[in-house]
């Protein structure tokens, strides 16, 4: 949880963005968002945004205590879509702002300084702009064709999202079309995490599906040069760490 204010602390802390779980409801099967979290986690999601399209303000707030207990004591991120209001009345570590939602001036002006502010990017001046306006991550949008999200932006294929790679030092998170059978390349293109809505939630198993994600994000980590040249890191159980 952000530390609140006033106290908050000044200087934003690490965030792993390896294994960046969306919740999505309608695709969870009944199970309660929670629980998806809880068991994500689990299996090694590193970063969670709680995404609500369809319901109002009470049941979103609702909805973002729980995942937030869900996520006491984890050290896992909770990072709420959209709702600059809903991040701070439960004191979220951060929101995530699509191109025609608050800019990220105003919302770090509404939130503590050590908020997580994350910007969809639908292009490669989408990101610059984002990186420049003090993003503290961006997020490829899509890199490939989903049918998760209606109304998604032409895909970024991996051409697209090694363009963003080359063009801003943040963060770069891809979202879009990913599961465990595609994360070694998109990884290798310059993401520094992976988010994942359908993979993740429609899962029968939340966890082993985390778990699978997780462990191919890893060993493409360790493989990667270009990962590693530009964090100096290796994946979780690479020898860099
Ligand atoms: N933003 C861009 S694509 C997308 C969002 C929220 C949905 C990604 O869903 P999935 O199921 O991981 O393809
Ligand atoms: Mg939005």
């Known amino acids: 949880m952000a530390a609140g204010f006033p106290g908050a602390e000044a200087m934003p802390?690490?965030?792993?963005?390896?294994?960046?779980?969306?919740?999505?409801?309608?695709?969870?099967?009944?199970?309660?968002?929670?629980?998806?979290?809880?068991?994500?986690?689990?299996?090694?999601?590193?970063?969670?945004?709680?995404?609500?399209?369809?319901?109002?303000?009470?049941?979103?707030?609702?909805?973002?205590?729980?995942?937030?207990?869900?996520?006491?004591?984890?050290?896992?991120p909770l990072i709420v879509n959209d709702r600059v209001d809903v991040a701070l009345a439960v004191g979220a570590d951060g929101v995530h702002l699509g191109q025609r939602d608050l800019p990220i001036a105003a919302a770090r002006r509404l939130g503590p300084p050590s908020w997580i502010i994350g910007v969809s990017a639908e292009s490669v001046a989408d990101a610059v702009r984002a990186e420049r306006d003090g993003a503290d991550y961006v997020g490829a949008s899509p890199v490939f064709a989903t049918p998760t999200k209606a109304d998604h932006a032409p895909p970024l294929g991996l051409e697209g999202l090694r363009a963003i790679r080359a063009a801003v030092k943040i963060p770069l998170v891809a979202i879009g079309g990913i599961h465990a059978g595609n994360a070694r390349e998109v990884i290798r293109a310059g993401a520094d995490g992976l988010a994942v809505v359908s993979a993740i939630a429609a899962a029968d198993s939340p966890r082993e599906a985390a778990r699978a994600l997780r462990s191919e994000i890893d060993a493409a980590k360790n493989c990667s040069s270009l990962y590693k040249n530009r964090t100096g890191r290796a994946g979780a159980n690479g020898e860099g760490r």
Request: with cysteine; proline share 2%.
């Open 13 to 76: 802390r690490p965030v792993d963005y390896s294994l960046y779980l969306v919740t999505d409801r309608a695709l969870a099967r009944g199970r309660a968002t929670a629980v998806i979290v809880r068991e994500a986690v689990a299996g090694g999601a590193t970063c969670v945004q709680l995404r609500e399209k369809e319901c109002g303000t009470r049941e979103f707030l609702e909805e973002a205590r729980a995942v937030q207990a869900a996520l006491r004591s984890t050290g896992v």
